[in-house]
């Protein structure tokens, strides 16, 4: 419940600052990368979220087994995966097609 009250809070709070509203952005999330679907190489979709640096420095090691990805700069902090969205997602799915 507390959840689901951030996230329409966050939406509001967004409305309210950039005076737009957010594009419809899928399983995506406007300001958490990365976050979302993503093709496994068997073809099976694997859905997640991770929602902070601690969960992006074991995401990188233990599932991408790619240590220093943590420390490229374009991915370091959330906000800075959020702003190379595109780039980190295809850096995951160059990974995640060969599991």
């Known amino acids: 419940m507390l959840l689901s009250a951030f996230i329409f809070c ?3 709070l967004f409305r309210i600052q950039t005076r ?3 594009a419809r952005s899928g399983l995506t999330h ?3 990368a990365p976050y ?4 496994a190489g068997d073809g099976q979709s694997l ?3 991770l929602q902070n640096d601690r969960e992006w420095h074991s995401f990188c090691t233990h599932v991408l087994q790619q240590p220093a990805l943590a420390q490229d ?4 902090t959330n906000l800075q ?8 997602d295809a850096v995951i799915a160059s990974v995640l097609a060969y599991l």
């Open 30 to 32: 406007p300001s958490i």
């Open 81 to 88: 995966r959020v702003a190379h969205r595109a780039e980190l």
């Open 36 to 39: 979302g679907q993503y093709t």
């Open 10 to 12: 966050s939406q509001i």
């Open 47 to 49: 859905i997640f979220g």
């Open 73 to 76: 700069t374009r991915f370091a």
């Open 20 to 22: 737009s509203l957010h």
